[in-house]
T-cell receptor, first 109, second 116 residues
Framework: GQNIDQPTEMTATEGAIVQINCTYQ??????LFWYQQHAGEAPTFLSY????GLEEKGRFSSFLSRSKGYSYLLLKELQMKDSASYLC??????????FGAGTTVTVRA | ETGVTQTPRHLVMGMTNKKSLKCEQH?????MYWYKQSAKKPLELMFV???????ENNSVPSRFSPECPNSSHLFLHLHTLQPEDSALYLC???????????????FGAGSRLTVL
């Protein structure tokens, strides 16, 4: 079966940095994804890692270590609009994307 | 607007009703998905269609019946549901195949279902 763990909630101050960790144990691995979901809205794609290392995209970066079954999403220069749920997902095979329960990030002024 | 449209956005139904959820994508994708999202739980994959053929059926009860008439449309027919089926049902689409890279899923905003 698939096991994807991430913290339930995190709180940070506007302008700060927050790191959301994700550990996974899956039967296969064909890429790790991070999605952002605001309340009442569709999850939207943030990042994709398939090789070890850091992928940077503006204020957001994602890191992967396949040997450790570990990823993190780094959010820099936090803004109020970054308050959302962040979903870690692992793909095994061609289609199946398995998700963690999501981390709710609250940004305070 | 993500390019994946779901209707209705909200649905309340009794346990004996029959209703359908609709999903339409305008992205030229060739695979479509149904996920169930319950509070504080991971998204659960229900069904996957690739090129209009069902390729994944994740042990979903038969009271949920998917239909994919073409690569742009996906339905979820609901019949004799239980209160525990109340959840947000998310549709997604993607472009699969060797040239499609990450095969990123694009989600719709979901249909919030309440079963009384």
């Amino acid at each position: 079966g698939q096991n994807i763990d991430q913290p339930t909630e995190m709180t940070a101050t506007e302008g700060a940095i927050v790191q959301i960790n994700c550990t996974y144990q899956t039967s296969g691995f064909n890429g790790l994804f991070w999605y952002q979901q605001h309340a009442g809205e569709a999850p939207t794609f943030l990042s994709y890692n398939v090789l070890d290392g850091l992928e940077e995209k503006g204020r957001f970066s994602s890191f992967l270590s396949r040997s450790k079954g570990y990823s993190y999403l780094l959010l820099k220069e936090l803004q109020m609009k970054d308050s959302a749920s962040y979903l870690c997902a692992v793909r095994d095979g061609d289609y199946k994307l398995s998700f963690g329960a999501g981390t709710t990030v609250t940004v305070r002024a | 607007e993500t390019g994946v449209t779901q209707t209705p956005r909200h649905l309340v139904m009794g346990m004996t009703n029959k209703k359908s959820l609709k999903c339409e994508q305008h992205l030229g994708h060739n695979a479509m998905y149904w996920y169930k999202q319950s509070a504080k739980k991971p998204l659960e994959l229900m069904f996957v269609y690739s090129l209009e053929e069902r390729v994944e059926n994740n042990s979903v009860p038969s009271r949920f019946s998917p239909e994919c008439p073409n690569s742009s449309h996906l339905f979820l027919h609901l019949h004799t549901l239980q209160p525990e089926d109340s959840a947000l049902y998310l549709c997604a689409s993607s472009l699969t195949g060797t040239s499609s890279g990450a095969n990123v899923l694009t989600f719709g905003a979901g249909s919030r279902l309440t079963v009384l």
